[in-house]
T-cell receptor
């Protein structure tokens, strides 16, 4: 299998606080992990690409100082939403790309984290 | 990056009717992937198409990749209520995926 977990599955926080979301590949190693954001009834928008041991690559329009990404190991990437505001409320989904050659073009998605900022 | 247009945005069918969603690009695609996202859930990988003119089947689902590798379709035969969800096509660039806007399928019993 190829299982990706995310924690927490949902979080409610006050405006101005920071929220950390973890993404783990449970049964495979992932050189690359991706963070997406999905607003209601919209498609997934790629926020950033995270490579183990190096700085994340952010998509245009995504503030790197606001969305801090750390990919410390081949099985864990974290996204921290700093000084969250109500407009950051969204469904955040990570995906992981297996390291092994045969599955490298496939991304396996985590279950997502619903963030509500009050 | 590569852009894909997906149509229709939304379709409501009666159980037993067929359903098709289309993905189109102005440029030649190296491959195309299809995902299903149930309401409240996350995208689940269905299939990847790579070859020109490729047709793959998964039970009632038929996936096609156009001869020119610029379009793709997903066809569901005799829909069931369990088919409800949003179907996304996605194209892979240099290690990233670009998703179409998705087609939301609603199936009435």
């Amino acid at each position: 299998g190829a299982v990706v977990s995310q924690h927490p599955s949902w979080v409610i926080c006050k405006s101005g606080t920071s929220v950390k979301i973890e993404c783990r590949s449970l049964d495979f190693q992932a050189t690359t992990m991706f963070w997406y954001r999905q607003f209601p009834k919209q498609s997934l928008m790629l926020m950033a690409t995270s490579n183990e041991g190096s700085k994340a690559t952010y998509e245009q329009g995504v503030e790197k100082d606001k969305f801090l990404i750390n990919h410390a190991s081949l099985t864990l990437s974290t996204l921290t939403v700093t000084s969250a505001h109500p407009e950051d409320s969204s469904f955040y989904i990570c995906s992981a790309q297996p390291q092994d050659r045969g599955r490298r073009e496939t991304q396996y998605f985590g279950p997502g984290t619903r963030l509500l900022v009050l | 990056g590569q852009q894909v247009m997906q149509i229709p945005q939304y379709q409501h069918v009666q159980e037993g009717e067929d359903f098709t969603t289309y993905c189109n690009s102005s440029t030649t695609l190296s491959n195309i992937q299809w995902y299903k996202q149930r309401p409240g859930g996350h995208p689940v990988f269905l299939i990847q198409l790579v070859k020109s003119g490729e047709v793959k089947k998964q039970k009632r689902l038929t996936f096609q990749f156009g001869e020119a590798k610029k379009n793709s379709s997903l066809h569901i035969t005799a829909t069931q209520t369990t088919d409800v969800g949003t179907y996304f096509c996605a194209v892979s660039g240099y290690s990233t995926l670009t998703f179409g806007k998705g087609t939301m399928l609603l199936v009435s019993p």
